[in-house]
């Protein structure tokens, strides 16, 4: 190959190339205009519009204080996603399980919840539960609700199960949406009533308290006179029947006193206040002394059989002492007899013999046998039910899932509990205390479904219309309406809700300031 | 297990009363253990003493919403299965059986055999069963069931509606309380006796009076006022009770006799079938104080009758025991100047064979005069002409002569007091009636048994030893003479006016 000569390459390049705009020069100048232009047009964005590009939005409200403090979260260049690259560069600061556990803890100084079953994971679903972002991803605004969770993102995980645990699913393998066919039926309804209280309130409905057929109904006069103007009705004498209704004993939690308002608190109502004997039972089955006179004092509910003992034997002395009752050789008569006269009043013994008073417990006992089973009125029995999770009347009956009643407090009870009615009002089986009286999800999944579902048939039939009092007939099937992902701190979501059920709705209340909007406008 | 609410509240309040009853099965429970509680009608059974049935607070609501706080607190049913641990009952229990004493084995068997039968609700098979008696038993007393029957059988029935009218007493178990006769039918299975109802033995004979249990005078009358109310006074079934305080009185003595008869024939039979099961001649059917007198000569030696008789001043029939003068006094029955009567009854002649069915027809007998006396109508007008006209015939009797005895002083007292009780109702002889009653009340002091006493002092002391017949008949005709006076000085209308001609000072004796 011969050798170019210098002739040669001066022939070939001109003596002044260097002077000449090459379409090399011409690209490098567009691009620099390009970027200058860009850079203008950038700036005076960021100066015209005050928006900052240095994060993708404003962070929401809750978190606003840290809006300038970005290495709160922001560890590194690792995006704080489980759902970002999974590629670690130590050398760039990309290390994306470091910046994980960061977030993490930086989330949990605050919000001190618990893991969702990370026991039962894979590696890399443990990974996604720690990663708070994921379901929590903030700068989307200042109004984003961090707590709105998509359906989809759940479906993610839970579409299937089986491939992020390392057993078997201990609930349903595959959820995907919320009907009978992709939820299923709600667990809790297909066992017995965890409840150990007799009752039946289809029985308590009735006007009086007895089938219509049946005489001896409860009147306003029977109640104790400080009880009566809770329960009168509008109009009701003494004579007429007690009528009681869903409201005269299940209160929403903190509902005000004419329990028709609300006021201006997302937590108000979420879940109904426990039943307490004291408040709900006592004015028609107060435990009366075993003499109950005009003054006697009922006995306190859910104590021990000692106390009752003292009770009941001050109730029949003092009784006796102030010549309310008759002691057992009292043969002093009102009118008198032929021969015997006016009878002999014996003097009041104020002593109650040891086979008095265990008489007189066993009167109550058997009254307490109305509504507890015999195992449950032992000293050892009543001293459990009174400690926290252990109540003889769950504070839940959906353990999986939670209701706001709140939410739906326009809506007529027997929407759900329609069982709990007079049977005559009633297509169901005959109602009693040992089934729980919850209407399964076909009673939800009317209002609650797709948004691309059509109003179904059902909702505008005049009875169904009534009875959701005008409501909007479509809300959110978003899993976060009913169900929480955190564990109270430093338990298993599974073990709390055996152990107790009424600290995991407590707990994730709090945790959870305000439910999802749930009505959209349509 | 699944129900019709109604019959879920009858179940879980199973019986009714026995759920009642139950207080007390069995043996004394542990501390916190209801283990004895719940024996006969798992997992329901309650109470018929809760708040909403029948154990509310007294005086609120009606009166069966708490007639058993009524019952427990006030009535001495209550209490008598309780008495029979007491002293008294002691005493008498071991006077019937000596090593009761010392044997509570043996002093069961003689509460068992002998007294549970009235003093508890117990049944025949409790009567019968052998060992210590149920201390259940004893705590509940004579409790809902002893007189409104078994509820089993009418637990739900009774909550309806159309539980009404007498049709509900026909075989479901629910004893008549409502009706004059049927109140009175169910008082006297205790309180006169009875060998056959309810499958039980209930005969306080003579061995039982001997041993120091009070003899039975029962009144329906009196015990009914006595009795705490626990119903409603006010109801249409008590205005039977109400409208007639001599209807009451008569159809209840009626029913006396019925019981007694019927107990009687009962007893002769027994004693026929079985010389040991019921002792005869039973003295208990025979007036106590015909034998029960004083033997000093003091009181034996008195001035002859006007009859030429020498009797003592108790009057009786010297010998002749009246057979169930507390029911036969003023009845058709009275025997007492029957002497051919008095023979035939007298206990060393009375014949169990001749006397069991003479004693059934009667008791059918005055059970039809105690049903024909219900039947009868009355008007306001015949109640009050009743009461007049009783009024006059014991005025007439005692101005004939004095009492023969205790039993009908009482008898002519409890007979007065029924008629100024009828003539109190009556608007236009409320006064008369009122007056009357307010006077009559010093008569009964004279029938005290200890008369000196405002109560008598010594209940064992059932004794008229001191009752004077001449006295009583002296003040009695003086009250009813200035009562009758009194009224007619008070300017009551002459045309209601009972005219009893003032003969006090002719017919007294000097």
Not at chain 2, 108 to 128: E, F, G
Not at chain 2, 348 to 377: G, N, W
């Amino acid at each position: 190959m011969a050798t170019e000569t210098g002739k040669e390459r001066s022939q070939r390049i001109q003596i002044d190339y260097y002077r000449r705009r090459t379409d090399l020069h011409r690209f490098r100048s567009l691009c620099v205009a390009i970027g200058l232009f860009g850079a203008l047009a950038y700036a005076a964005y960021v100066a015209l519009a005050g928006r900052s590009h240095a994060s993708t939005g404003p962070i929401a409200s809750v978190h606003a204080a840290f809006e300038n403090d970005c290495q709160q979260c922001h560890r590194d260049l690792t995006p704080i996603s489980s759902r970002g690259s999974k590629l670690s560069i130590g050398l760039l600061g990309i290390a994306p399980e470091t910046t994980v556990e960061h977030i993490e803890t930086a989330c949990q100084a605050c919000h001190q919840v618990g893991d969702h079953h990370r026991d039962t994971m894979n590696t890399e679903w443990q990974l996604a539960d720690r990663a708070c972002a994921d379901c929590h991803a903030d700068h989307q605004g200042r109004d984003h609700d961090l707590t709105a969770i998509s359906l989809q993102r759940c479906v993610s995980c839970h579409a299937d199960l089986a491939s992020g645990c390392v057993g078997t699913p201990s609930v349903r393998n595959s959820v995907v949406g919320f009907d009978k066919a992709t939820h299923g039926d709600f667990a809790s309804l297909n066992i017995e009533d965890p409840g150990r209280i007799k009752f039946d309130h289809a029985q308590h409905m009735m006007p009086g308290q007895v089938d219509t057929d049946n005489r001896g109904g409860f009147t306003i006069g029977q109640l104790p006179p400080l009880d009566r103007p809770r329960y009168r009705r509008e109009g009701q004498e003494d004579d007429d029947l007690v009528t009681l209704d869903c409201s005269s004993c299940h209160e929403m939690s903190g509902a005000p006193a004419d329990g028709k308002t609300l006021i201006a608190d997302g937590e108000l109502g979420r879940y109904i206040q426990p039943i307490a004997f004291d408040r709900h039972c006592a004015a028609c089955h107060s435990l009366n002394p075993d003499v109950a006179t005009e003054f006697s004092t009922p006995l306190p509910h859910a104590v021990t059989w000692d106390q009752v003992d003292l009770l009941l034997a001050a109730n029949r002395s003092g009784a006796q002492a102030l010549g309310l009752t008759r002691s057992a050789r009292d043969d002093s008569q009102s009118t008198p007899l032929p021969g015997v006269g006016l009878g002999r009043k014996s003097v009041a013994d104020a002593s109650m013999s040891q086979e008095d008073l265990a008489a007189a417990r066993q009167r109550v006992q058997v009254k307490c046998l109305q509504c507890h089973d015999q195992d449950s009125i032992t000293d050892e029995a009543i001293a459990r039910s009174t400690s926290p999770g252990n109540e003889l009347i769950p504070s839940r009956w959906l353990r999986h899932g939670l209701y706001d009643h709140a939410a739906h407090r326009k809506i007529d009870c027997r929407y759900c509990h329609r069982a709990a009615y007079p049977r005559d009002e009633a297509s169901g089986a005959p109602n009693d205390h040992e089934r729980v009286m919850i209407a399964g999800i076909d009673s939800c999944i009317w209002c609650h479904r797709s948004e691309e579902l059509p109003t179904p048939l059902a909702l505008t039939d005049a009875v169904t219309a009534r009875l959701i009092d005008g409501q909007p007939t479509w809300a959110s099937d978003q899993c976060t309406l009913c169900h929480r992902y955190h564990t109270p701190h430093g338990r298993s979501q599974r073990h709390a809700e055996e152990v107790n059920m009424s600290d995991l709705a407590a707990e994730s209340a709090t945790n959870f300031a305000s439910p999802p909007t749930t009505e959209p406008s349509r | 297990m699944k129900h019709e609410p109604s019959v879920r509240i009858v179940l879980g309040c199973v019986l009714l009363c026995h759920g009642f009853a139950a207080s007390g099965q069995s043996q004394e429970p542990p501390n916190g253990s209801a283990t004895d509680v719940e024996t006969r009608a798992a997992p329901w059974r309650i109470s018929c003493a809760t708040t909403t049935c029948h154990g509310a607070i007294e005086g609120r609501g009606p009166a069966w919403n708490h007639s058993v706080s009524t019952w427990l607190a006030h009535d001495p049913h209550a209490h008598a299965g309780r008495l029979l641990r007491d002293p008294d009952s002691r005493r008498i229990v071991e006077r019937l059986a000596v090593n009761a004493a010392n044997d509570l084995k043996v002093y069961d068997h003689v509460l068992k055999t002998r007294c549970i039968s009235c003093h508890t609700s117990a049944t025949a098979k409790d009567c019968q069963s052998s060992g210590a008696i149920d201390s259940g038993l004893v705590r509940r007393g004579v409790h809902c069931e002893s007189c409104h029957g078994e509820a089993e059988n009418w637990l739900e029935l009774h909550l309806r509606t159309d539980w009404t009218g007498p049709q509900r007493f026909v075989s479901t178990g629910m004893r008549d309380t409502e009706s004059i006769i049927g109140r009175a039918s169910t008082c006297v299975r205790c309180h006169v006796g009875s060998r056959s109802e309810d499958g039980v033995i209930r005969d306080m004979n003579h061995d039982l009076i001997a041993a120091g249990h009070p003899a039975l005078r029962f009144d329906l009358l009196l015990y009914n006022e006595n009795l705490p109310k626990h119903w409603d006074v006010q109801s249409k079934s008590e205005r039977g009770f109400s409208r007639s305080a001599l209807r009451v009185r008569q159809v209840g003595r009626a029913i006396n006799l019925v019981a007694a008869a019927s107990l009687a024939s009962e007893r002769a039979d027994d004693h026929l079938s079985d010389r040991s099961a019921a002792p005869w001649p039973e003295f208990s059917d025979y007036d106590c104080f015909a034998c029960h007198q004083s033997l000093s000569m003091r009181e034996y030696l008195l001035p002859p009758r006007s009859d030429g008789t020498r009797k003592t001043p108790l009057h009786v029939s010297d010998g002749l025991p009246v057979w169930n003068s507390w029911h036969t006094v003023g009845n058709e029955l009275e025997m007492r100047e029957n002497r051919r009567a008095l023979e035939v009854l007298s206990p060393h002649r009375s014949d169990p064979a001749k006397i069991a069915p003479l004693a059934k027809q009667i008791a059918e007998r005055f059970l039809r005069k105690a049903t024909e006396r219900m039947a009868a109508a009355e008007s306001d007008a015949a109640i009050r002409k009743t009461a007049e006209r009783t009024v006059q015939a014991v005025q007439r009797d005692l101005q004939a002569s004095a009492p023969h005895d205790w039993q009908q002083a009482a008898i002519q007292y409890l007979d007065l007091d029924a008629a100024a009780r009828d003539l109190q109702r009556s608007q236009e002889t409320e006064r008369l009636g009122r007056s009357l009653a307010q006077s009559l009340a010093r008569i009964e002091r004279l029938l005290r048994f200890d008369s000196h006493d405002e109560v008598a002092a010594d209940m064992q002391r059932q004794s008229p030893a001191h009752f004077d017949p001449s006295a009583f008949r002296v003040n009695l005709l003086r009250l009813l003479n200035e009562w009758n006076r009194g009224e007619l000085r008070a300017g009551r209308d002459d045309e209601h006016a009972t005219t009893i001609p003032d003969s006090s000072s002719a017919a007294l004796p000097r």
